[in-house]
């Protein structure tokens, strides 16, 4: 990870900074997607651990004299082997696990956070994802095929969060939209 300031400031517009950050990443199976015996999954002691490439950068602007705070940001992720679910008996709705070959997620998020009076605070977010199947671990399989969008993986998604303090009583209400 890195950081840098590119200016630091009072009022109106506040400090800016520039963030990068890169990792790699690897996760095993866990023991029951590998060696479960049950009759509406078993085990995969085939799989392979699923691996990660990540890349994010970003600008964050603080202003209103510090009660603001606007953050920008892409990031560009790379998945390999991910472990998926494959239902192999749709009258049992028994399965196994499986790896699918390579898979991508790029996207954009935005945060705009403002605190306009004592104790009070809001919150929004939204997040605009790209994702893909670049190759199937399982041909049989139409919905995890190359090309296909990755499954349960939201195309816009976002909150709006408002927080109250109040003396020793704090009041939170969140939205979320997917």
Avoid: C
């Avoid at 990031?75 to 494959?86: P, V």
């Amino acid at each position: 990870s890195l950081a840098y300031q590119v200016r630091s400031g009072a009022g109106f517009f506040g400090a800016t900074t520039l963030k990068f950050n890169f990792g790699l990443g690897v996760k095993e199976p866990s023991f029951l997607e590998s060696y479960a015996n049950s009759p509406y999954f078993v085990g995969n002691p085939n799989l392979a651990p699923e691996r990660t490439r990540t890349l994010d950068y970003g600008i964050e602007q603080r202003f209103w004299q510090g009660r603001g705070r606007l953050e920008l940001d892409g990031f560009d992720n790379l998945f390999r082997d991910q472990i998926a679910f494959e239902t192999t008996n749709f009258q049992t709705f028994s399965g196994t696990y499986f790896n699918i070959g390579r898979a991508s997620a790029k996207g954009a998020e935005v945060t705009l956070e403002v605190a306009p009076a004592k104790g009070l605070r809001t919150i929004g977010s939204y997040t605009y994802l790209d994702s893909r199947i670049i190759e199937s671990g399982n041909p049989y399989l139409p919905a995890l095929e190359a090309g296909r969008w990755l499954l349960r993986r939201p195309r816009h998604s976002g909150s709006l969060q408002v927080l109250w303090n109040w003396r020793r009583m704090t009041v939170t209400s969140t939205t979320v939209f997917v």
